[in-house]
């Protein structure tokens, strides 16, 4: 054997293993990278059938109240539209000159909301006094304003009707979500303690789970906050009209009551 041969030997014999080993690291790397779970599918879909069976039914609960938010939200919007236009036929009526009796005989052969029930209950009351041949002033005044007080209180109240719901679906959907999440996260993390792994591709897919619920939550209460502000300051506005009218409508009535007597 040469010197050369020798030197090639030894140069083999020290490096052979450190070359191996440089060789073989990349091949476990791949292999270390390869532990990973692949993140699933992180759909709404998917994310609501992989969820916990309680933030599931946080879920529906919430997709539920949502619902008939939308519903309560679409009605009120009808209603207050409908409100709004029948006082505005109402009042060009009552203000064209038009006999409050042919007015009052045209309106009491049908159900009347609004301005017209206002009118109606107050006319109603003025004819039966009349009727009975009761004609004290103070007392038939006063019956005439509770019979108004009355009508106005009820109208109001149908005005505002099922609007506690979204101002309590509002108020509590962020919290009914924020429950879900946390118990969402409480069972990730127990599935985490279980599996022994912290990637974040196996972590992920349980916190996207619980911040759903959260995600619904608020999709469920901005929509109720918003309408219910909205719409008390309508049924505000609407109850307003009506405070307005009864109180011309009783200075027309003090007035023919003062012509009579």
Known sequence: MTAADL?????????????????AAPTEAVETAG???PAGNLSLV?????????????????????????????????????????????????WSGQ??????????????????????????????????????FLGLTDRITKVIDVTIARETERLEARLIVLATVGSAGPFIGLFGTVWGIMSSFQAIAA????????????????????????????PAVLAYNKF?????????????????FSAILSRQIDDRS
């Not at 990637?199 to 901005?222: K, R, S, W, Y």
């Open 7 to 23: 030197l090639q030997t030894v140069y083999a014999e020290i490096l052979g293993p450190a070359t191996a080993y440089a060789q």
């Open 232 to 248: 008390t300051a309508d049924a505000g506005k609407l109850a307003s009209r009506m405070d307005g009218f009864a109180d011309e």
């Open 46 to 94: 998917s994310l609501f059938m992989q969820a916990h069976v309680v933030v599931k039914m946080v879920m529906l609960g919430l997709i539920g109240a949502s619902i008939w938010c939308w519903a309560i939200i679409v009605d009120k919007v009808i209603t207050y539209s409908r409100a709004r236009r029948a006082m505005d036929r109402f009042e060009k009526v009552f």
């Open 99 to 136: 006999s409050l009796e042919d007015l009052y005989r045209s309106l009491t052969s049908r159900p009347n909301q609004g301005l017209a029930a206002v009118f109606v209950a107050a006319m109603r009351e003025w004819k039966r006094s009349h009727e009975a041949g009761r004609t004290s």
């Open 35 to 37: 532990l990973a779970e």
């Open 195 to 222: 599996s022994k792994n912290t990637n974040l591709a196996v972590v992920a897919p349980g916190i996207a789970e619980a911040l759903l619920a959260t995600a619904m939550g608020l999709a469920a209460a901005i």
